[in-house]
């Protein structure tokens, strides 16, 4: 009886080292896109949110602002972001940020349906998004 539980405990030792050594062999993930975007919070609760968005060809966010700054993504396609210092088009694989209070608006102004992951960090009862007219 005790050299089966010897036996039981080296076939679970081996088995565990056979996994940890398929993970080893195994490819790295491949990193195609870093922000940095340094902020200063007050102390406090905060969410953070993540979306994912497409934008279809000629597809608009229109002016808004948010309550928190805001990290984007874009995906796929490419977007025109415009603000008070003008415009920028930003393609796949690219990252703008937007600062809390900015007034600005986004577009596909591109050919090929546009997807952009966003996350936002918003103090407790602050809005995400706030339309301006």
Do not use: C
């Not at 405990?9 to 398929?22: E, F, N």
């Not at 993930?29 to 000629?58: E, M, S, W």
């Not at 349906?113 to 996350?119: E, G």
């Amino acid at each position: 009886m005790k050299l089966s539980r010897v036996a039981l405990v080296v076939l679970v030792a081996l088995a565990a080292g056979g996994v940890v050594v398929s993970y080893a062999a195994a490819p790295g993930p491949n990193i195609v896109g870093t922000a940095k975007f340094p902020i200063t919070v007050k102390a406090g609760d905060y969410d953070l949110i993540a979306q994912v968005i497409d934008l279809a060809p000629g597809g608009m966010v229109p002016k808004h602002t948010h309550g928190g700054p805001v990290v984007v993504q874009v995906v796929t396609g490419e977007v025109t972001l415009t603000d008070a210092t003008g415009s920028k088009t930003v393609k796949a694989g690219g990252m703008f940020t937007e600062n809390p209070g900015t007034v600005h608006s986004a577009a596909n102004t591109g050919s090929v349906p546009a997807r952009v992951a966003v996350s936002y960090l918003i103090p407790k009862g602050a809005e995400v998004i706030t339309w301006v007219k």
